[in-house]
């Protein structure tokens, strides 16, 4: 089964609206998620770090006042993309890693309109 | 600065014929891991292996083999007689081990398309 469960998989929301995604990881604890954007036929490219207890660290270009990351426990992260716009389409995706492996979410395809 | 190049960005084969998908990484690191990923066209990211800096052994498991090497560094991975169900994105990807900085670097993927 699952070990990271990403929801909504799919979502479409109007322009200037805001939308959160979460992820949980259900099998073990993760003081550390992933949060990575992947536009069409493109790779995956890393966003940001969501860390438990601490405010989360956004690679550069990414704004962090747009997508908003709180990681609430230590087992789920949200990503809340504010104030959407069509370019902000694309399909994210989380990641929880364990000692062994990085465990991913199934993804969320984002589609503003 | 980590790197992943994934030169193929898309392979057409016809069923039953052996491919393999190339792979090539930078990193400063001298522990690290590799990855492979499978794609589907549901997007959901599906782990076919990994591997750390100190195992060259090369792996097979069914059809897949992994043929890693350090001195060139590479991590190839090869399909031995394809299926259609083999058709989807592979990505090749890499992350730190000492640090503790377990994001990975991926690769730009090859898209394989398996022909009946």
């Given at each position: ?13 109007k ?7 979460e992820?949980?990881?259900l099998?073990?604890?993760?003081t ?7 536009f069409p ?5 890393l966003m940001?770090?969501s ?5 989360a ?6 704004e962090k006042?747009?997508?908003l ?9 949200t ?14 995706i ?10 991913f ?6 589609t503003?309109? | ?14 069923e039953k014929?052996?491919?393999t998908?190339?792979?090539v990484?930078?990193t ?5 891991y ?26 097979i ?5 992994w ?9 190839n ?8 169900v083999?058709?989807a ?24 398309q398996?022909?009946?």
């Amino acid at each position: 089964g699952a070990v990271v469960s990403q929801h909504p998989s799919r979502v479409i929301c109007k322009s200037g609206t805001s939308v959160k995604i979460e992820c949980r990881s259900l099998d073990f604890q993760a003081t550390t998620m992933f949060w990575y954007r992947q536009f069409p036929k493109q790779s995956l490219m890393l966003m940001a770090t969501s860390n438990e207890g601490s405010k989360a660290t956004y690679e550069q270009g990414v704004e962090k006042d747009k997508f908003l990351i709180n990681h609430a426990s230590l087992t789920l992260s949200t990503l809340t993309v504010t104030s959407a716009h069509p370019e902000d389409s694309s399909f994210y995706i989380c990641s929880a890693p364990s000692n062994t492996e990085a465990f991913f979410g199934q993804g969320t395809r984002l589609t503003v309109v | 600065a980590q790197k992943v190049t994934q030169a193929q960005t898309e392979i057409s084969v016809v069923e039953k014929e052996d491919v393999t998908l190339d792979c090539v990484y930078e990193t400063r690191d001298t522990t690290y891991y590799l990855f492979w990923y499978k794609q589907p066209p549901s997007g959901e990211l599906v782990f076919l292996i990994r591997r750390n800096s100190f195992d060259e052994q090369n792996e097979i498991s069914g059809r897949y083999s992994w043929n890693f090497q350090k001195s060139t560094s590479s991590f190839n991975f090869t399909i031995t007689a394809s299926q259609v169900v083999d058709s989807a994105v592979y990505f090749c990807a890499l992350s730190e081990a000492n640090t503790g900085r377990r994001a990975l670097t991926f690769g730009s993927g090859t898209r394989l398309q398996v022909q009946p």
